[in-house]
């Protein structure tokens, strides 16, 4: 009798841990690096919310990584470009640092960056998304929202916008300011204006109206977020289980500090095996290419 109880309690224990754990990772973040050089993404989590597993890691080209995340969660996803780190983990980036750490540890990208953002629903409750370049630009991005019911928009920039960048918002790399455009800073940083920032006077929809160059921006990244209010074509909302975020989609950016436009033609690089708990690692191509078709097309012409 003992023995039955004993059993029906580890079982009882079994079955709320297979509970808890598909609930608390219901959803993933497929992070894929399609550019011609290594980037190291960095995660920030919302007020309120835990962070994922990993908050900073390197992502070499051609690798894909899957983080697992929980209903409720609330955050931004970006990719840093030109960083040394030392065994430690502590170096810089040339863009979207943050605090000189591999890990980000709840810091967020020191701008310019683009950034994926993300209120994921719980319960029967809608994802809220986007793709702001609201804080500048670094890489292009797409956001693609997988397994679904019913249809969800794929979201980002397609576009290189360092190489139109107009040069009062440029970030240069290289020592001595001798190299390419990395990064294009937004107007609001350039030129720290309320005007541009939407802040003082300009706090609202209203008076906060699209500038220059925001409209710069919004032509080349129609569903991106280009200025503070720019929710109407911006927000995109879903019920899925996973997000493919996937950088520099069309592999057409230039490695940086390298005059070459052409893409990169090495192997991709074996994958590395990652440490953290319930995140998969894979140098697996990120798309179907069928898939792939359609959301580039859907991107260039929606």
Known sequence: MLMNIISCKKLSISLLLCMFFSYS????????NNCPFTIWPGALAGAGTPPLPTTGFRLDAGQSITIPSVAGWS?????????????????????????????????????????FEITLGTG?????????????????????????????????????????????????????????????????????????????????????????????????????????????????????????IIFCPMNGVKRPNEASTTPATRPTEESKTRKFAGVASSS???LPLPMLIVLLISLLYL
């Open 284 to 286: 697996n191509i990120f």
């Open 124 to 244: 029967d409750n809608k994802d809220f998304y986007d793709v702001s370049i609201v804080d500048g630009y670094n890489l292009p991005m797409v956001a693609v929202p997988q397994g679904v019911n019913g249809g969800c928009n794929a979201t980002g920039c397609l576009s290189n916008l360092n190489m139109g960048c107009p040069k009062e918002l440029q970030v240069v790399g290289g020592d001595g300011g001798e190299g390419n455009v990395v990064a294009c800073k937004s107007a609001c940083e350039a030129f720290g204006l309320d005007q541009y920032c939407c802040a003082g006077q300009f706090a609202n929809p209203t008076t906060c109206q699209p500038s220059f160059y925001s409209t710069i921006f919004k032509n080349a990244c129609p569903r991106a977020y280009s200025y503070a209010f720019d929710d109407g074509t911006s927000t995109f909302t879903c019920k899925a289980n996973d997000y493919a």
């Open 25 to 32: 990772f219901a959803y993933n973040f497929i992070i894929s």
């Open 75 to 115: 955050g931004r996803i970006w990719a840093r470009t030109g960083c040394t780190f030392d065994p430690s983990g502590i170096g810089s980036c040339q863009t979207g640092d943050c605090g000189g750490k591999l890990e980000c540890s709840g810091l967020g990208a020191t701008p310019p960056a683009s950034l």
